[in-house]
């Protein structure tokens, strides 16, 4: 158990506490899924990870700018965060306890992409002018603060396409791929793409594991929850969502 993942936090913070109070042994490394949204500085959120020796890793969920630029400084501003603001995984691919792992943080949003449709924008630099466009009449801050909401928490082809010519072990995404009926197929080639064998991704608050024909493998974790790479759930959090039957071209693994 040398990395552990964490699905959806929101806050609840005592999940984590508990689940590592717990084990009888520690791992390395622990990577967050996402939707942390932080009222603190992620450094002392993070506290029963930290003091346990524990290196944190990160990416950002659809939440995560919901207290606006403020919380979004909580979680990446470098000099609140000494400690984590180097585990920021979104848009990366770094070695972690011998794996290769790639963040994607965030959420495919329409206005700037709907796989499978084509990408309406594929630069954040575009974005200023296309919402000042939409929002003619709209008070300056409304603008801005939805500038700041896409250009954030929004998926964006130029982080795709540039994790696409890299190589990885496993993808890390907040966003769930197809083996989640509201997934979107884009990740799935995504990690194929980088050679990667398995995806684990949070959002949806559920823990199950779903492998492809071709043996690509997805890992869901819950709000909260703790498991490894291989799908052993170390502990529990929030009470999970259901899922219905996988979509076609999956079997449920657990």
């Given at each position: 158990m040398t990395v552990i993942f964490i699905g959806d936090i929101h806050q609840q913070w005592r999940f984590v506490e508990r689940g590592l109070a717990a084990l009888p042994q520690l791992p390395e490394a622990a990577v967050l899924l996402g939707d942390l949204q932080c009222e603190a500085p992620l450094d002392a959120l993070a506290a029963p990870l930290l003091a346990r020796g524990i290196a944190v890793h990160w990416i950002f969920g659809n939440h995560d700018n919901d207290g606006g630029p403020e919380m979004w400084a909580n979680m990446t501003d470098p000099a609140r965060n000494p400690l984590t603001a180097p585990g920021a995984l979104h848009g990366r691919v770094v070695e972690i306890g011998g794996l290769r792992i790639a963040g994607l943080g965030g959420t495919f949003r329409p206005?700037?992409?709907?796989?499978?449709?084509?990408?309406?924008?594929?630069?954040?630099a575009h974005l200023p002018d296309d919402v000042a466009e939409m929002g003619r009449g709209w008070r300056p801050e409304h603008i801005a603060a939805l500038v700041h909401s896409l250009g954030t928490t929004a998926i964006w082809p130029e982080d795709h396409d540039a994790l696409a010519t890299q190589r990885a072990d496993i993808l890390v995404t907040h966003e769930a791929p197809s083996s989640h009926p509201a997934g979107k197929a884009a990740l799935d080639a995504l990690a194929r793409a980088m050679g990667a064998r398995l995806i684990v991704h949070g959002h949806h608050h559920v823990t199950y594991q779903a492998e492809a024909a071709d043996g690509l493998t997805v890992l869901g974790v819950g709000a909260g929850w703790g498991a490894t790479a291989e799908g052993e759930v170390m502990w529990t959090g929030e009470a999970p969502?259901?899922?219905?039957?996988?979509?076609?071209?999956?079997?449920r693994r657990a």
């Amino acid at each position: 158990m040398t990395v552990i993942f964490i699905g959806d936090i929101h806050q609840q913070w005592r999940f984590v506490e508990r689940g590592l109070a717990a084990l009888p042994q520690l791992p390395e490394a622990a990577v967050l899924l996402g939707d942390l949204q932080c009222e603190a500085p992620l450094d002392a959120l993070a506290a029963p990870l930290l003091a346990r020796g524990i290196a944190v890793h990160w990416i950002f969920g659809n939440h995560d700018n919901d207290g606006g630029p403020e919380m979004w400084a909580n979680m990446t501003d470098p000099a609140r965060n000494p400690l984590t603001a180097p585990g920021a995984l979104h848009g990366r691919v770094v070695e972690i306890g011998g794996l290769r792992i790639a963040g994607l943080g965030g959420t495919f949003r329409p206005r700037i992409w709907d796989p499978p449709g084509d990408p309406r924008l594929r630069h954040r630099a575009h974005l200023p002018d296309d919402v000042a466009e939409m929002g003619r009449g709209w008070r300056p801050e409304h603008i801005a603060a939805l500038v700041h909401s896409l250009g954030t928490t929004a998926i964006w082809p130029e982080d795709h396409d540039a994790l696409a010519t890299q190589r990885a072990d496993i993808l890390v995404t907040h966003e769930a791929p197809s083996s989640h009926p509201a997934g979107k197929a884009a990740l799935d080639a995504l990690a194929r793409a980088m050679g990667a064998r398995l995806i684990v991704h949070g959002h949806h608050h559920v823990t199950y594991q779903a492998e492809a024909a071709d043996g690509l493998t997805v890992l869901g974790v819950g709000a909260g929850w703790g498991a490894t790479a291989e799908g052993e759930v170390m502990w529990t959090g929030e009470a999970p969502r259901h899922l219905t039957a996988l979509p076609e071209g999956w079997t449920r693994r657990a």
